[in-house]
């Protein structure tokens, strides 16, 4: 018996063995062909260039401005202590975010399912995490570890009445791990919130005292909050609190909605990527449900809600927004890959995730460009670099590359440019480009003609040019020609070539 028993945990551990070796093999295999690409996405460009200007002294919020979290450019400042240029070097550690996602992932799932359901939402998650623009370095691809892990934690806490020390510790741990995912990414907070709530209901469950439950919530409160407070304290202490407090809990409020059409076809193009796996989803839930409502499938059908709400909130739209939702989507979708049937629709949702998986590098380098388009468009621009770089539209990566000195605190590039920006940056944004403007850069890089448009910033650009500056290069990179211009006078250094 004992020697069965022996046997069954050796086959146990082989067949677990194979799922993490699956795992890893899915990570590298949807997104090895974006490894060492500089310009996956404008986001982590920029990530990636805060993070390597902070070990140069730069303070961001001050040196350069952005309204994400710190933790964030912290976790790009410390994969830039990985050496080489920190692009191949992002996208690995990336990588190993999302592997281990997918682990907690099956943790979370077998609360629900068999092997077979909870191995799959693994692999669910990793391929389509990519379709939303998560194949490389964006914020939710590593906050997603932390809300799972906090989610893994109310998971065991309502799963089973505990000891009080034990609840108070497996709620901690679980407040603490949503107080870094906020450190991350501020949306986090909705999630936070429904954590901290179903941890109340536990302790209520197991008739914690009203006294003892009162002390019990600030602590885990407290620690929800610890990181964002620690933050908060470190800035006090340089002398810029208004700076941060600005950029982190003012300026959102102050941002423009997105023009009627542009929303829409942001809301349509984001609900068609997500729903086959929120229909995955549901299904699922429903299955469960049918069968039993425990505590833990009602916590998971609150999460998944949760988390499409706290998109709408937010509005905008933007593909990378929706890679929150898919990770209670991918646990919920477990009981219906579980199950077989002739009809196997959910394995064949799976199967259609596999080949756009496949599909998509292809598709994202046409969209946009490849290496070797920025390779030609940055040796065009490397001989005037010393003389002033300004990149007006969705390549910040160029300063890093080069590497060049940063003309504003606000490069990245929508925040002086697009409307939905007036006012919430802390500054007037006409003056600020024409304070730019008039320190004469040798190489303005924008895309496309400007002239098309009719807001102020690009009026106001357009005119500049006209006057003082002459194209030497028009580059492909992707599906946008990027125009060099130098200004009058300007004279490259040819050593630099």
Request: net charge positive.
């Given at each position: 018996m004992i020697g069965a028993d022996r046997l069954g945990a050796g086959q146990s551990s082989r067949r677990y063995a194979l799922f993490v070796m699956a795992v890893v093999a899915v990570a590298l295999l949807t997104r090895f062909q974006q490894f060492g690409n500089p310009i996956v996405h404008?986001?982590?460009?920029?990530?990636?260039?805060?993070?390597?200007?902070?070990?140069?002294?730069?303070?961001?919020?001050?040196?350069?401005?952005?309204?994400?979290p710190i933790g964030l450019f912290l976790i790009y400042a410390a994969i830039r202590e990985l050496g080489g240029s920190g692009i191949l070097q992002y996208q690995l550690v990336a990588t190993g975010f999302a592997i281990a996602t997918a682990l907690v992932v099956e943790r979370l799932a077998a609360r629900w399912a068999g092997p077979r359901g909870s191995r799959m939402a693994a692999l669910l998650y990793l391929l389509w995490i990519p379709l939303l623009t998560g194949q490389g370095g964006q914020s939710p691809v590593f906050y997603n570890l932390f809300v799972a892990l906090a989610a893994l934690s109310v998971c065991r806490a309502a799963e089973s009445r505990?000891?009080?020390?034990?609840?108070?510790?497996?709620?901690?741990?679980?407040?603490?791990?949503?107080?870094?995912?906020?450190?991350?990414?501020?949306?986090?907070?909705?999630?936070?919130?429904?954590?901290?709530?179903?941890?109340?209901?536990?302790?209520?469950r197991d008739k914690l005292r009203w006294t003892a439950l009162a002390l019990v919530a600030l602590l885990w409160i407290a620690l929800a909050l610890l990181p964002?407070?620690?933050?908060v304290?470190?800035?006090?202490?340089?002398?810029?609190?208004?700076?941060?407090?600005?950029?982190?809990?003012?300026?959102?409020?102050?941002?423009?909605?997105?023009?009627?059409?542009?929303?829409?076809?942001?809301?349509?193009?984001?609900?068609?990527?997500?729903?086959?796996?929120?229909?995955l989803a549901t299904h699922g839930i429903r299955l469960r449900l049918t069968a039993t409502r425990d505590a833990v499938t009602l916590f998971l059908s609150a999460w998944l809600a949760v988390a499409v709400l706290s998109v709408i909130a937010f509005g905008y739209y933007f593909d990378h927004y929706g890679l929150p939702i898919v990770l209670p989507a991918a646990v919920g979708a477990a009981v219906a890959l579980d199950r077989r049937r002739r009809a196997d629709w959910p394995l064949?949702?799976?199967?259609?995730?596999?080949?756009?998986?496949?599909?998509?590098?292809?598709?994202?380098?046409?969209?946009?460009?490849?290496?070797?388009?920025?390779?030609?468009?940055?040796?065009?621009?490397?001989?005037?670099?010393?003389?002033?770089?300004?990149?007006?539209?969705?390549?910040?990566i160029i300063y890093h590359v080069l590497?060049?000195?940063?003309?504003?605190?606000?490069?990245?590039?929508?925040?002086l440019r697009d409307p939905n920006e007036q006012g919430a940056v802390g500054v007037d944004q006409p003056?600020?480009?024409?304070?730019?403007?008039?320190?004469?850069p040798a190489v303005i890089v924008i895309e496309n003609q400007p002239g098309s448009e009719h807001e102020p910033p690009v009026v106001q650009m357009a005119a500049h040019l006209a006057r003082d500056y002459h194209p030497i290069a028009a580059i492909r990179v992707g599906r946008r020609d990027q125009i060099v211009y130098a200004r009058n006078g300007a004279r490259p250094d040819t050593a630099s070539r």
């Open positions: 404008i986001d982590e460009q920029f990530y990636l260039l805060v993070g390597d200007r902070m070990l140069h002294g730069a303070l961001p919020y001050v040196d350069i401005w952005d309204r994400k505990r000891s009080p020390s034990s609840l108070i510790l497996t709620g901690g741990a679980a407040m603490l791990a949503i107080g870094v995912a906020l450190q991350i990414k501020y949306s986090a907070v909705f999630e936070g919130g429904l954590f901290g709530l179903t941890l109340i209901l536990v302790a209520l964002t407070v620690l933050a304290a470190t800035y006090w202490r340089l002398g810029h609190l208004q700076d941060y407090w600005f950029a982190n809990f003012v300026s959102i409020f102050r941002r423009h909605a997105l023009d009627k059409h542009d929303g829409l076809r942001n809301a349509a193009t984001l609900s068609l990527y997500l729903a086959p796996l929120i229909i064949l949702i799976l199967t259609g995730a596999s080949l756009a998986c496949l599909m998509l590098p292809t598709l994202n380098q046409r969209r946009r460009g490849t290496p070797a388009q920025f390779a030609r468009l940055v040796a065009v621009i490397r001989p005037y670099a010393a003389q002033g770089v300004y990149v007006w539209d969705n390549l910040p590497p060049a000195a940063l003309p504003t605190r606000y490069v990245f590039p929508t925040h003056r600020e480009l024409e304070r730019i403007l008039d320190a004469r």
